[in-house]
């Protein structure tokens, strides 16, 4: 089943999002669910709010969201980013284009 993960990151900046990005990427653009080292992303997306930024993802299980956060986590680490909580509901519905 799919899932709706938001995370919200108080503080944090497009500056951050972006080398976060950077990590996963090995230095490359993250513009489609592939450029990402993991398996089951079906949609991303992330923007500021006010005091900080928001990610927005939709995966195909809790099982590759798991699999990513073994990837993600060391970065986020890494970067001074690990203490943000994500918020995982069950999808009712997924339209992708």
């Given at each position: 089943?799919?899932i709706i ?12 999002y ?20 993991a ?9 500021p ?5 928001r990610?927005v ?10 699999n ?13 980013l690990?203490?943000a ?13």
């Amino acid at each position: 089943m799919a899932i709706i993960v938001t995370i919200d990151m108080p503080g944090v900046g497009q500056e951050a999002y972006d080398a976060c990005v950077q990590r996963l990427t090995g230095g490359g653009e993250f513009t489609a669910v592939d450029d990402i080292p993991a398996h089951g992303l079906i949609s991303h997306a992330a923007g500021p709010v006010d005091g900080g930024w928001r990610v927005v993802d939709v995966w195909e299980s809790e099982d590759a969201l798991e699999n990513f956060a073994k990837i993600l986590q060391p970065i986020l680490a890494d970067l001074g980013l690990g203490d943000a909580e994500p918020q995982v509901i069950p999808a009712h519905n997924v339209v992708t284009s």
